[in-house]
């Protein structure tokens, strides 16, 4: 079973289902039963047209749901609707999905949510960690927002910023998740930084482009986790880089500065670099600044203590980290490297071993571990 294939597929034919007429969620029921039939199915005989044979099922699935509705009279007349068994023409609605989930009736946080539920492909639970809140809570939310989006049709566009948005968690989880999701977060991006002329859709288009440059570097053989300062340079996508270079100062230049381009600067610096000892890390936590005035953003101070650090030195770094809150994710680990850098390694050690306990992930979880380990060696000799 090509459950690549499937997750590929799944959003077009919703978006097949929602143009002929059926409401949100109803039509992701009756896209999710024509999946669990195709796995049942396809091992045996896989059709040649797959996307045509969901699209036939799904469409069946959600006629017979809709007859055993109370308002089965005022539906009947989408039986004569049903399409005909055969190859479906291929039309890529992802993006329109996208702008479906992001309608002006849901809250921004909401419909980041339902989009990466119902399009990204991501988990509830997933989706709750990103948000830090249980994920009963989050399934409640997605629900909701299923129900207000149920008979929105695709000439009701949303916003453009909450799909900018949702695009970028979509990356990241793509990116440094259990769910590959960051060549197709890209794929879309192109194509609505060619539908929308915006410096913030080519500035996130550029910052996926430099961090995804790296992504070879990330992980050694092993699997393991390869910080930014010990990655192999020589790894790193050299076309990648100078594209999102290029889109970047593109960008910028209209004068226009918003998150995303302030994101993708402080990413080319790190690319500028030839080596981890040469990074402008003055101009980096000059980025930084820019970006602390544009969103307030607890997490964008958490990054900037780290560029402070590097720029001033470690105790400059603590004094920065000082006035944040200790709760916020990955604290811990910023804490113990600026403690490490200080010379404080049985604070560092600890701070490690607290972070590892806290990580979001088994890769970062085996990181810090390792270095909390790294530590108390070192204070045993």
Not at 113 to 121: D, I, K, S, W
Not at 162 to 185: H, I, M, P, Q
Request: aromatic share 6%; net charge negative; with cysteine.
């Amino acid at each position: 079973m090509n459950e690549a294939l499937l997750r590929s597929l799944t959003p077009s034919v919703l978006a097949v289902l929602v143009r002929r007429g059926a409401d949100f969620a109803a039509a992701e029921d009756a896209v999710q039963d024509a999946l669990v039939e195709a796995v049942r199915a396809w091992p045996a005989d896989q059709p040649r047209d797959p996307k045509g044979w969901l699209v036939t099922v799904a469409w069946r699935r959600f006629l017979d749901a809709t007859r055993a509705d109370a308002a089965r009279r005022r539906r009947e007349d989408l039986v004569d609707e049903e399409p005909a068994p055969g190859p479906t023409p291929t039309v890529d609605d992802t993006l329109q999905l996208y702008f479906l989930c992001s309608h002006p009736s849901l809250t921004p946080s909401s419909a980041i949510a339902l989009t990466l539920r119902a399009v990204g492909g991501l988990t509830t639970r997933q989706i709750a960690q990103a948000y830090l809140v249980p994920e009963a809570t989050m399934a409640q939310r997605i629900s909701r927002a299923k129900r207000t989006v149920s008979g929105v049709r695709f000439d009701q566009p949303g916003d453009v910023a909450t799909v900018l948005r949702v695009l970028y968690l979509v990356f990241n989880e793509g990116y440094s998740g259990d769910v590959d999701l960051a060549a197709e977060a890209i794929r879309l991006t192109r194509q609505l930084a060619a539908a929308f002329d915006h410096p913030e859709v080519a500035g996130l288009l550029a910052l996926m482009l430099l961090h995804h440059a790296r992504r070879t570097a990330r992980t050694a053989p092993d699997g393991s986790l390869v910080p930014l300062p010990e990655q192999d340079r020589g790894k790193w996508d050299t076309e990648s880089t100078a594209e999102g270079v290029e889109i970047l100062q593109a960008a910028l230049a209209r004068d226009r500065l918003g998150e995303f381009q302030a994101q993708a600067a402080i990413a080319a610096l790190h690319a500028d670099a030839p080596t981890a000892e040469e990074t402008d890390w003055v101009q980096i936590v000059e980025w930084y600044d820019e970006l602390a005035l544009l969103t307030d953003s607890p997490v964008v101070r958490l990054n900037r203590a780290v560029a402070v650090g590097q720029a001033d030195g470690p105790r400059a770094g603590l004094t920065a980290l000082a006035a944040l809150d200790d709760s916020l994710p990955r604290h811990a680990a910023v804490a113990a490297y600026l403690h490490e850098r200080d010379g404080d390694l049985a604070t560092a050690a600890r701070l490690y071993a607290e972070a590892a306990r806290k990580a979001p992930n088994l890769a970062e979880r085996d990181h810090l571990t390792r270095q909390a380990a790294r530590l108390n060696a070192r204070r045993r000799r």
